[in-house]
């Protein structure tokens, strides 16, 4: 019995090492809300909020006016009948980051008075797990010269961010290839391609002799009959990710035979949903990755911790800790260049 | 850390208060496997396989020339890494009774190392569930006796099983509406009729203004769209047990829209493919009822335990326990009629 006594929101800001480009938006900093969660016998979870006003239309000025009506719905839960906080905080469907961080103070919270650690709670399958490096979008020039940084230091999954201009990103990605030979490809298009441009962009990868390893989102996240075409087309295997929030939208994905892959992250789906799409893949011959909003290491943790326990993860692009100025590592898992590891 | 150190079969016999007749099947004994589990530290997990040759091919015998095996696969495994251990287990594909057993020693050990009640593990949603009390095929007369002997007694949930005469089942229920107003029925044909003999015993039974809550299995467990058939043309819910195993079968019927509802059993698919289930059904718009085979108080325990703390299910069939007879009640939990309560 642990019974959560009071909840607090703190705004965080944090900035990016570099300005982050992705197809659609320039950011130099990602706030973000820090969660604290206190029970009545003093225990304390700490959860984190990353807001996507881009993928969930969320604003981090109107979570964090919810703090009043988020006391008054969870105030006096059991922490241990965990399933009934899930199920009300299922209800945030507009402000899917809070419902991630709040659910993840509650497991926490379990784990603690339990004596548990939070990856054995997700079923303590993996004893590490590796990362990539994310490249933003930017001149052709700079991005391979990034590619080549990322792999020097000792990442090799690299994830390449394209969808605004088509010839300069094909010509990025067979001048990265030609550059870190024997390095893995993640490409993310953020929405940035018609059906027709994303089958030109995998088809001269392609025939170039270059592999991706998973082709992220090329089109419009409502047009699902295009991410269809697109999968039934292209050469290698395409995910979805704007287009896949909830545990419903995985669902209708699925049953439209619409993906080879998830790009799962905590902060569109919270913590029920996450699991539940887990179950859905591996039932449906589905395969998974999860990513992240522009986290801090609090809100990697999260997402680490339940890839290491799971294990459900093919591809793991937690990064954005490493890609924003922090006064000290908060992450309860160590980092080792790419490889992340149960403390 | 809790590792496995020796795993014990023992058989048990356990004789039907009266004689139980299904479709197909009539049962005077339910032999099951008791599961014994015990870790490096002396923490001993108990579980029970209750197999069904009918529905899964299992034959106890042969489960139980399955103990070395079972030994060799599991020994030295911690069961702090229980998601690895439902890894392995889920390779039992022809036993997935013994699967069911095992999986359940592996959380109550889990939860006994860190001082968890099992309901709470599973998400501690529900204090209490109710269960129906089954009626198995019988003259009509001492059916219409026996529906109002346990109405007397206390359920309102009552299964009636049908499915080997059309007429007599219709009279049946005919004359059980009229003399136990009040109750809710849930129906159970285990694959006893083709599509259209479903339809004519639902459609009769509709005219005279009787509900039922859910319809089982009406056909065939491969005819899925037999299945798809009687779904979409019953006016009551159509469920799928026998159709219904493991995950992938769920899938399935699900991405063919054949059915309402699914009832699991954990002796159909262990606790990884039930849970697996319990999060597709509920991002498709599927109902959940559970089930038994011949369980003990022992078995019948994993499944009240889980489903009190999933709080998943709309109906509960967990009787078997009350049709047999056992030298004393071991279930971990309260019986109180027809209400099964946390302990």
Redesign the interface.
């Known amino acids: 019995m642990a019974k959560i006594k009071r909840i607090k929101f703190e705004k965080k800001v944090y900035e990016y090492l570099k300005p982050f480009h992705i197809t659609g938006s320039i950011a130099s900093s990602s706030t973000n809300i820090e969660i604290i969660m206190e029970t009545g016998e003093g225990i304390i979870g700490y959860g984190e909020a990353s807001p996507s006003f881009r993928v969930n239309g969320e604003k981090v000025e109107a979570l964090m006016a919810m703090e009043n009506f988020i006391n008054e719905m969870l105030t006096d839960m ?1 922490t ?5 906080i ?2 009300v905080t299922d209800k945030l469907i507009a402000s899917p980051s809070l419902k991630a961080g709040l659910q993840f103070c509650v497991v926490s919270i379990f784990c603690m008075e ?4 939070v990856n ?1 709670f ?4 993996k004893e590490y797990i590796e990362t990539d490096k994310t490249i933003g979008i930017d001149s052709v020039q700079n991005r391979i010269k990034e590619a080549e940084e990322i792999m020097k230091s000792g990442f090799y999954h690299i994830k390449v961010k394209v969808g605004e201009n088509l010839a300069d990103d094909i010509e990025t990605m067979l001048r990265i290839a030609d550059r870190t030979r024997g390095a893995t490809y993640i490409v993310d298009a953020n929405m940035g391609y018609t059906p027709k441009a994303a089958l030109e962009f995998v088809n001269q990868i392609y025939r170039a002799g270059i592999e991706i390893a998973v082709f992220e989102q090329p089109v419009f996240y409502q047009d699902i009959d295009g991410l269809r075409f697109v999968r039934f087309h292209s050469p290698f295997p395409v995910a979805a990710d704007e287009s896949a929030k909830s ?2 939208d ?2 209708r994905l ?2 439209s035979e619409a993906v080879d892959f998830v790009n799962i992250k905590l902060m569109k789906s919270g913590i029920s949903d996450t ?2 799409i887990i ?2 893949a ?3 011959g589905i395969r998974l990755m999860i990513g992240c909003m522009g986290e801090s290491s609090v809100g990697i943790s999260q997402s680490a911790l339940l890839a290491l ?3 459900a993860f093919d591809f793991h692009d937690l990064d954005s800790h490493l890609m924003l100025r922090e006064e000290r590592f908060r992450g309860q898992f160590v980092q080792e260049g790419p490889i992340i590891r149960v403390l």
């Open positions: 059991d241990n009948r965990y399933k009934s899930f199920d339990h004596g548990i650690k054995d997700f079923g303590g399958v545990r419903y995985v669902f699925i049953k699991l539940a179950e859905m591996r039932s449906a326990g799971t294990g």
